[in-house]
């Protein structure tokens, strides 16, 4: 098991065992959640110069606006750690988050400019083994966003994706859109209203999705966002059905629901905090 501890990469075996140290974030910066690639070679993570801010309300986002326009300076990291060899593969004058290997090549490195989704140029690609870098699904400001993206088990990347024709536009047109690392083969699949918070594919099925806010007729329907859903990819359309209620807060980021499929895709699980603290749940998947 991997995890940070006040700014150190350390290490424990399952089975119990020595304490390994692997990594020190340079003072000053926070380091982002971890990726491991599917040899178990590599690890993949940012960090982020840690600035005060004065927006904070104590309320989730509060702060996200200013915190990307200060600007932090980012970096990029893949460590090998067969030789705790660490490899800056980018930096720049911006908020990086969301570092993630592609399960079919780790040379492949996706990360985040974040913020506000409709004010970045959000998902980037970074190739190790070259250090080019490139923009993925490219949007207008204020006119296109995406987010909650990650890699399929066939090395794709899934994203939600929203646009409008002009700035004034609502409700937005929502779409799931699957697309290979260096932008080819792109597909939008619609949604006839609001997405969900959060998707996630399937492990054997790529048309098979799931997702929490699974029922919304608007951003706003508090019933419509405690379903959890199926979503099936058919043609160019997000086909949702109803799964089962999560019942969660939404109080902060640990009562998100999150759903993923059990590796077998029997089993949806999900956080919640229905009984009072947070939990994982699993529902059933119907055959």
């Known amino acids: 098991v991997y995890y940070w501890s006040d700014g150190r990469l350390m290490s424990v075996p399952v089975d119990g065992g020595e304490v390994a140290e692997h990594y020190a974030c340079p003072r000053g910066y926070r380091p982002t959640a971890l990726s491991i690639s599917s040899c178990g070679r590599y690890l993949a993570f940012a960090y982020a110069e840690q600035m005060p801010t004065s927006t904070d309300t104590g309320k989730i986002y509060s702060s996200q606006a200013e915190r990307m326009y200060q600007c932090p300076r980012s970096v990029v990291i ?77 090395g794709k990347v899934m994203t939600q994706y929203a646009e409008r024709d002009t700035v004034d536009q609502y409700p937005w047109r929502h779409a799931n859109v699957l697309l290979n690392p260096d932008g080819s083969d792109e597909r939008k699949f619609w949604y006839q209203g609001p997405q969900p918070m959060h998707v996630q594919t399937s492990h054997h099925d790529g048309t098979l999705m799931t997702g929490d806010c699974g029922r919304r007729t608007d951003i706003h329907d508090a019933e419509g966002s405690a379903m959890m859903s199926l979503i099936r990819l058919v043609d160019d359309r997000s086909e949702m059905t109803p799964l089962c209620r999560h019942g969660s807060s939404w109080t902060g980021h640990r009562s998100h629901p999150h759903p993923v499929f059990w590796p077998d895709d029997r089993w949806v699980l999900f956080d919640s905090d229905r009984g009072g603290r947070c939990n994982v749940y699993r529902v059933q998947v119907p055959s």
């Open 78 to 154: 893949r460590l090998d750690l067969s030789e705790n060899v660490a490899q800056a593969l980018y930096g720049e004058p911006a908020w990086y988050s969301h570092v993630s290997i592609s399960p079919v090549d780790p040379n492949v490195v996706m990360f985040c400019h974040e913020g506000p989704w409709l004010l970045v140029q959000r998902i980037w690609i970074a190739w190790a083994d070259t250090q080019e870098v490139w923009p993925l699904l490219k949007t207008r400001r204020l006119l296109g966003q995406c987010g909650h993206e990650y890699f399929t088990g066939t």
